[in-house]
């Protein structure tokens, strides 16, 4: 029967190995989509995706492949992102799949994400498809790579597809690999219905589409359906399949990946990883479905136009219904009004839901500098855990302090050992192990406080190996610490959204940096600015703004009129994300400067 000629499989790599142009040739060999309207990385196809050229979401699409043994089969193909901030993304595409196509560079070899997204694929029992791809690449050497992987991995990769998914190479060889590797589902038709919610997306005129698994039974438009943990009702008003776009159906059924659709306007009523099920024949249990993603970065979102909050709140809460790891609460700020507390699996998840809030939503923002959550234990014998600088308690009320440290690992070729280990040391980590993967690389693994290295770490790491190591981190234990606040006081007045928490060692160098950045960054005034930064009432380190002298355009006299007007265009432009505290306008930038650590 039909099932028989179903496959469900991730694509999942490193970030940059070729999951998404995979995925484009995967989807012309197949006809899905036509020649001409064929385009790079097709299946990026948010803004920010082709912009950037990464991928930030899963997206599942539908093809048919008539395969050697005379078949025609269904593939649901996801691809996936490979950053580290977005491996959300990657573990709930898994859970709908029975296969996982691992794609590895054969220039690059073996990298961090990689060992991590297979694991998740292995701790799923998946069936590993490994793929060594551009192979075109005159440094492509894609034996030894084969090695890494069976040697690293412990994965059979003797009879791995070669491939370049640039050239179109091995393309086929693969497709044909999924249908005699990946099984095909299995669950029960005649079951009540079982489907697994693995995305969601908010449309204003369809409500909420859930992007859907079914592991049992059958559903079609009409039918009345539960979500199984909030409980709330719907009638399914359309079923359907992304190939690449939209395609309704008249069913969908065990073993297909599809949307749903049911007029669901109540934001609050889904989740990811909920279960849905037949309102009149419900299934006995719902689906493990996932675990909570705890944010590792918390920062505050503000409006620039302070009557634009209710709207935030609506576009927070549309947009978590697509990026399932966002968290957010209401704050209020001194100087920026009210606001959200919101969490983030990393600074890039951080930039990326900031820019689909201003484009998606059309919000301008400011965002306040990130922090990590800190436990502060008073003397009255609680703690408090702050993940908003200035609620830190008062230096007289703290007994002890302790911070998140994270496990890190990073891959690097022998060479770099001792330049990875400077640094890790300077950001002060605590060396834990060294492993040799093979001759030329080795694993050094470090408990790093969360704090250094979410900012900038990947960036020197990268420019102190030339771009070799890679690394992956896991939150691990909260460890003692010494840490004090830092406030900045503009014009003599506290700012409270730009105060930060520092560790004691580093916050006299800090001081000076950020005084000298908000000097640099904030725009001259018609009054001299003091810009100070203190711990309690001790001012450490000060600087001024100087009182501008003149309009900025004056000098261009009347007659170059297009300058003149470009200056000003780039003027407003750049008011345009600004926040005007007491008589001092405060950029974006500002409140981002302390995380400059030179
Ligand atoms: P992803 O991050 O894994 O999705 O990687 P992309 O598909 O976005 O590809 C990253 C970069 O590698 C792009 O510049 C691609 O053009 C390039 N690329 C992908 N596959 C190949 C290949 O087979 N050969 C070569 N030479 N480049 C490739
Ligand atoms: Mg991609």
Same mark, same amino acid.
């Given at each position: 029967?039909?099932?028989?000629?179903?496959?469900?499989?991730?694509?999942?790599?490193?970030?940059?190995?070729?999951?998404?142009?995979?995925?484009?040739?995967?989807?012309?060999?197949?006809?899905?989509?036509?020649?001409?309207?064929?385009? @790079?990385?097709?299946?990026?196809?948010?803004?920010?995706?082709? +912009?950037?050229?990464?991928?930030?979401?899963?997206?599942?699409?539908?093809?048919?492949?008539?395969?050697?043994?005379?078949?025609?089969?269904?593939?649901?193909?996801?691809?996936?992102?490979?950053?580290?901030?977005?491996?959300?993304?990657?573990?709930?595409?898994?859970?709908?799949?029975?296969?996982?196509?691992?794609?590895?560079?054969?220039?690059?070899?073996?990298?961090?994400?990689?060992?991590?997204?297979?694991?998740?694929?292995?701790?799923?029992?998946?069936?590993?498809?490994?793929?060594?791809?551009?192979?075109?690449?005159?440094?492509?050497?894609?034996?030894?790579?084969?090695?890494?992987?069976?040697?690293?991995?412990?994965?059979?990769?003797? @009879?791995?597809?070669?491939?370049?998914?640039?050239?179109?190479?091995?393309? +086929?060889?693969?497709?044909?690999?999924?249908?005699?590797?990946?099984?095909?589902?299995?669950?029960?038709?005649?079951?009540?219905?079982?489907?697994?919610?693995?995305?969601?997306?908010?449309?204003?005129?369809?409500?909420?589409?859930?992007?859907?698994?079914?592991?049992?039974?059958?559903?079609?438009?009409?039918?009345?359906?539960?979500?199984?943990?909030?409980?709330?009702?719907? +009638?399914?008003?359309?079923?359907?399949?992304?190939?690449?776009?939209?395609?309704?159906?008249?069913?969908?059924?065990?073993?297909?990946?599809?949307?749903?659709?049911?007029?669901?306007?109540?934001?609050?009523?889904?989740?990811?990883?909920?279960?849905?099920? @037949?309102? @009149?024949?419900?299934? +006995?249990?719902?689906?493990?479905?996932?675990?909570?993603?705890?944010?590792?970065?918390?920062?505050?979102?503000?409006?620039?136009?302070?009557?634009?909050?209710?709207?935030?709140?609506?576009?927070?809460?549309?947009?978590?219904?697509?990026?399932?790891?966002?968290?957010?609460?209401?704050?209020?700020?001194?100087?920026?009004?009210?606001?959200?507390?919101?969490?983030?699996?990393?600074?890039?998840?951080?930039?990326?839901?900031?820019?689909?809030?201003?484009?998606?939503?059309?919000?301008?923002?400011?965002?306040?500098?990130?922090?990590?959550?800190?436990?502060?234990?008073?003397?009255?014998?609680?703690?408090?855990?702050?993940?908003?600088?200035?609620?830190?308690?008062?230096?007289?009320?703290?007994?002890?302090?302790?911070?998140?440290?994270?496990?890190?690992?990073?891959?690097?070729?022998?060479?770099?050992?001792?330049?990875?280990?400077?640094?890790?040391?300077?950001?002060?980590?605590?060396?834990?192990?060294?492993?040799?993967?093979?001759?030329?690389?080795?694993?050094?693994?470090?408990?790093?406080?969360?704090?250094?290295?979410?900012?900038?770490?990947?960036?020197?790491?990268?420019?102190?190996?030339?771009?070799?190591?890679?690394?992956?981190?896991?939150?691990?234990?909260?460890?003692?610490?010494?840490?004090?606040?830092?406030?900045?006081?503009?014009?003599?007045?506290?700012?409270?959204?730009?105060?930060?928490?520092?560790?004691?060692?580093?916050?006299?160098?800090?001081?000076?940096?950020?005084?000298?950045?908000?000097?640099?960054?904030?725009?001259?005034?018609?009054?001299?600015?003091?810009?100070?930064?203190?711990?309690?009432?001790?001012?450490?380190?000060?600087?001024?703004?100087?009182?501008?002298?003149?309009?900025?355009?004056?000098?261009?006299?009347?007659?170059?009129?297009?300058?003149?007007?470009?200056?000003?265009?780039?003027?407003?432009?750049?008011?345009?994300?600004?926040?005007?505290?007491?008589?001092?306008?405060?950029?974006?930038?500002?409140?981002?400067?302390?995380?400059?650590?030179?």
């Amino acid at each position: 029967e039909h099932q028989k000629y179903i496959r469900n499989f991730s694509i999942v790599a490193h970030i940059d190995h070729g999951k998404s142009t995979l995925a484009d040739r995967i989807l012309e060999m197949t006809d899905t989509v036509a020649k001409r309207d064929m385009q @790079n990385q097709l299946l990026d196809d948010m803004e920010l995706e082709r +912009e950037r050229g990464i991928t930030i979401k899963l997206n599942a699409v539908e093809l048919k492949y008539h395969a050697k043994d005379g078949h025609d089969y269904e593939f649901h193909l996801i691809d996936t992102p490979g950053h580290v901030d977005f491996s959300y993304e990657v573990s709930r595409s898994l859970a709908a799949c029975e296969g996982a196509v691992l794609v590895v560079d054969a220039a690059q070899g073996v990298e961090a994400q990689t060992l991590a997204n297979v694991y998740l694929a292995i701790d799923d029992d998946l069936e590993i498809v490994p793929v060594i791809n551009k192979i075109d690449l005159p440094s492509a050497r894609p034996d030894m790579v084969k090695k890494e992987v069976e040697d690293i991995i412990g994965i059979d990769a003797d @009879n791995a597809v070669l491939a370049s998914a640039k050239k179109g190479i091995g393309i +086929e060889d693969l497709l044909e690999r999924i249908v005699e590797e990946v099984p095909a589902p299995t669950g029960d038709l005649d079951a009540p219905l079982k489907a697994l919610v693995f995305d969601s997306v908010y449309d204003d005129y369809r409500g909420v589409v859930l992007s859907v698994r079914l592991e049992d039974g059958v559903v079609k438009p009409g039918d009345k359906i539960r979500l199984m943990n909030s409980g709330s009702e719907y +009638e399914v008003t359309e079923v359907g399949v992304n190939s690449p776009h939209p395609v309704q159906r008249e069913y969908l059924m065990a073993g297909d990946v599809g949307y749903i659709t049911a007029s669901i306007k109540d934001i609050n009523q889904t989740r990811v990883g909920d279960t849905v099920t @037949n309102a @009149n024949n419900p299934a +006995e249990e719902a689906l493990p479905g996932y675990r909570e993603m705890e944010p590792m970065v918390y920062s505050g979102l503000y409006p620039t136009d302070n009557a634009k909050f209710t709207d935030l709140r609506e576009s927070l809460e549309k947009l978590k219904l697509n990026d399932a790891a966002l968290e957010f609460e209401p704050e209020s700020s001194q100087a920026l009004g009210f606001g959200f507390r919101c969490g983030f699996l990393g600074m890039l998840h951080m930039d990326v839901v900031q820019e689909r809030l201003e484009r998606e939503f059309n919000l301008d923002l400011i965002t306040t500098a990130p922090s990590v959550t800190y436990h502060f234990f008073t003397t009255d014998g609680n703690r408090k855990d702050v993940e908003n600088p200035s609620e830190m308690p008062d230096a007289s009320e703290i007994k002890s302090v302790e911070e998140p440290y994270v496990n890190a690992t990073v891959m690097v070729p022998n060479d770099y050992v001792g330049a990875v280990m400077e640094l890790c040391q300077s950001r002060r980590g605590q060396f834990d192990t060294m492993e040799y993967i093979d001759d030329y690389r080795v694993n050094i693994m470090y408990s790093i406080p969360l704090s250094e290295i979410i900012f900038d770490f990947f960036d020197k790491l990268k420019s102190t190996t030339r771009g070799y190591a890679s690394l992956d981190y896991e939150l691990g234990d909260y460890k003692p610490s010494d840490l004090v606040k830092i406030d900045i006081l503009l014009n003599g007045e506290k700012v409270d959204a730009l105060s930060f928490i520092s560790h004691r060692q580093f916050s006299a160098s800090r001081a000076r940096i950020i005084v000298e950045k908000l000097k640099k960054i904030i725009p001259r005034q018609n009054f001299e600015i003091p810009v100070q930064a203190a711990i309690g009432a001790k001012v450490i380190a000060r600087t001024n703004i100087k009182a501008y002298r003149k309009d900025v355009t004056a000098h261009l006299y009347g007659g170059d009129r297009t300058r003149r007007m470009k200056l000003l265009e780039k003027q407003k432009a750049g008011k345009k994300r600004m926040k005007a505290v007491g008589k001092v306008d405060i950029p974006q930038a500002a409140f981002m400067a302390v995380l400059q650590t030179d």
